[in-house]
């Protein structure tokens, strides 16, 4: 199939590979160019806007950064709204507002456009070694044309449902979940550091007791504090929970803990954590018990 991509960041450069490993035909796009020569010598083909990578394209996806990056990517002036063909189907796979999944969604329909998200759970290396986990939404017909690509960069698709915002809700409710993890394993690492007690230890019993790659992973990284490189930047981390509590407030459903994820990651922002892993979140929990921080940047 003849495929656009768009934003070839940690995610994206994974996922564009497996689309490539699967024989399709790949014009690529990114702000920074050198990602996208990079991808020259995997069989991709580099462009010059967003516009010219979708010009013969029957689907493009974006995984982008955030709201501003995929809006000023799909309706700038040679965005992928002007560049796309009637009847080919954008894929938006980045962690993006609810809001922004419907105008997308409404403006797609209005140039006779296809839209789908399918926001992704997994990290770089799950992007890179066809692990993620995808979740689509969107009308089921359009789903089913583009699934064989949805499979291609992922190990399971599942569908949320016909509004391809409900998609992003899903994505943005899992990471609270995700944060939440974060946020405990610093607040419980930290009485245990401060008590001599050894966290490494207790990590194994909850490694038992949860049974969880998630959790196994993300408690060794805290255990370790090994926040650099980032997987997953602190910076997007506290767009998603901010995100989430958008969309929280307008249903009226109070989300106190989120609320407090956001406060915890705005401390860790301000302490310069910005590009470390989002699991730093746990030095807030460290520095507010008086621990000594490893790498306290
Ligand atoms: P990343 O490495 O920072 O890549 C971000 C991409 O967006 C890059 O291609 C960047 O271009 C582009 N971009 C940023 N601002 C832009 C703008 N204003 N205009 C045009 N392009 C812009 O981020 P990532 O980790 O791949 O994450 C991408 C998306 O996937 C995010 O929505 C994130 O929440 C989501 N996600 C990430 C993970 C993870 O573990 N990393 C997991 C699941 C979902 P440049 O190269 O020029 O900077």
Known sequence: ?????????????????????????????????????????DGAEATRSPAEACQNAQVAFTMLA????????????HGIAAGLPQGAVH?????ISANLARRLTAEHAAKGQGY??????????????KKLIVVAGGKTEEI????????AVSRAVFIAGREPFHANLFKLCGNFMLSSMLETFGEAFATL??????????????????????YKNYGTTIADEEFEPAGF???????DVRLVLEAAG??????????????????????????????????????????TIDRNP
Request: aromatic share 6%; charged share 25%; no cysteine.
């Open 1 to 41: 199939m003849r495929i656009a991509f768009i934003g070839l960041g940690k995610m994206g450069g994974g996922m564009t590979r497996n689309l490539l490993r699967a024989g399709h035909q790949l014009t690529v796009y990114n702000r920074s160019r050198e990602k996208a020569e990079a991808l020259k010598a």
């Open 66 to 77: 955030d709201d501003s990056a995929v809006a000023d990517t799909v309706f700038g002036e």
């Open 91 to 95: 894929i938006s796979s980045s962690t």
């Open 116 to 129: 789908l998200s399918a926001p992704v759970f997994g990290r770089p290396d799950a992007a890179e070694n």
């Open 144 to 151: 089913e044309r583009v699934r064989f690509l949805l499979e």
């Open 193 to 214: 550091r401060k008590s001599g007690a050894d966290h490494h230890a207790f990590l194994e019993i909850m490694n038992e007791l949860f049974g969880s790659p998630v």
């Open 233 to 239: 930047a602190l910076k997007l981390g506290l767009k």
């Open 250 to 291: 307008e249903v009226d459903a109070p989300m106190p803990l989120a609320s407090l994820l956001r406060d915890q990651l705005l401390t860790a922002m301000s302490n310069g954590q910005e590009q470390l892993d989002w699991s730093s979140i746990s030095q807030v929990a460290s520095r507010n018990a008086g621990l």
